[in-house]
């Protein structure tokens, strides 16, 4: 692995809210947030309280020394347009090798249909549990095999839509223990479920050296036995990269707050930490603040991930703990 990028780094109404926006033209009737008017700002490249869905974007050299690059994406939700549009040209020019698809939810597929412009491979390899294959059936029908097929034996115009390959990683379920896969050839993935709401499964991925694991956990209220034995027999986690929807002690039925994803951290200690899926109740800056109080404490290096962090995963070592 060569590094990671935040497309996205926000929760599913993204930042800033749009009722925020609304009330900054007086049409919701109460005062726009300081997060979503500081995110309104400038360059949302150079603004870290602006933030997508979230989406990630790992860069895999093929070989030591090579120059080619493939590249594989984490979920692609309603903002990836916009993000694709911000961060691919510098990151990903030549297009997307494979997706990875954590669940079914809008801010997780609803950016599938824009893949047509940004795919490298055709048909563009997309794995995903068959929970999420299923539903993805329903949203999508004209990016299924069958479409495809009918249009041939119709012999109709090809239609100019994605083309898809799609990779079932299985029956896993909330008592399942894990899948591995590789999205390009070399690339070992790890998928194991987690709870995101009550008996709704999202899957979190592990991937890079057993000593220094990078581990993505984006969407979760709770985590299986069986999942948790999994975190903790990784020899270490170098990064991880965990839910966290709002700064206050209240527990939400689909995410981790503050408290719960510290519990997390704590109970497995990464290297580093970066929370994702924030909404406009976090302010980058005091925000990161506030965290770093973990490093001087307890020895946690724990910080909220933005939109367009690179994260080199190869040189983490090599790093001092982020400020940023």
């Known amino acids: 692995l060569l590094d990671a990028v935040f497309l996205g780094s926000g929760g599913s109404g993204a930042t800033p809210h749009l009722h925020c926006l609304l009330a900054t033209r007086g049409v919701s009737g109460t005062a726009p947030c300081n997060v979503c008017l500081s995110a309104l700002e400038g360059d949302p490249r150079l603004n870290k309280n602006y933030r997508g869905n979230p989406c990630l974007l790992l860069r895999y050299r093929v070989a030591k020394g090579s120059d080619e690059v493939k590249h594989v994406i984490i979920d692609c939700g309603k903002t990836f347009r916009e993000a694709a549009q911000r961060w691919l040209p510098i990151y990903a020019p030549s297009g997307i090798d494979a997706v990875i698809l954590t669940h079914e939810h809008a801010d997780a597929i609803l ?156 109970a497995i200690r990464p290297l580093k930490t970066l929370f994702v899926g924030m909404t406009h109740h976090f302010e980058h800056e005091s925000g990161n603040e506030d965290l770093r109080q973990l490093l001087h404490e307890e020895s946690l290096d724990v910080q909220l991930a933005f939109d367009g962090k690179r994260v080199p995963i190869e040189s983490y070592y090599l790093e001092q703990p982020a400020c940023g």
């Open 111 to 266: 950016g599938i249909d824009d893949l047509r412009a940004v795919q490298q491979s055709r048909p563009l390899p997309i794995y995903a549990s068959r929970q999420c294959l299923n539903r993805l059936e329903h949203v999508f029908p004209y990016l299924m095999p069958a479409a495809a097929a009918e249009r041939r034996e119709k012999k109709l115009e090809r239609l100019f839509v994605a083309a898809l390959d799609w990779r079932d990683l299985g029956c896993l379920t909330l008592d399942s223990e894990h899948a591995r896969f590789e999205p390009v050839e070399g690339l070992d993935v790890e998928a194991f479920p987690v709870e995101h709401g009550k008996d709704f499964m999202s899957l979190a991925f592990a991937l890079g050296p057993d000593d220094a694991k990078f581990v993505y956990i984006s969407d979760v209220s709770s985590v299986p036995a069986q999942t948790m034995e999994r975190l903790r027999s990784f020899g270490n986690i170098a990064t991880l990269v965990l839910d966290c929807l709002h700064p206050g002690a209240d527990m939400y039925p689909t995410h981790f707050s503050l408290p719960q994803a510290l519990d997390l951290v704590r």
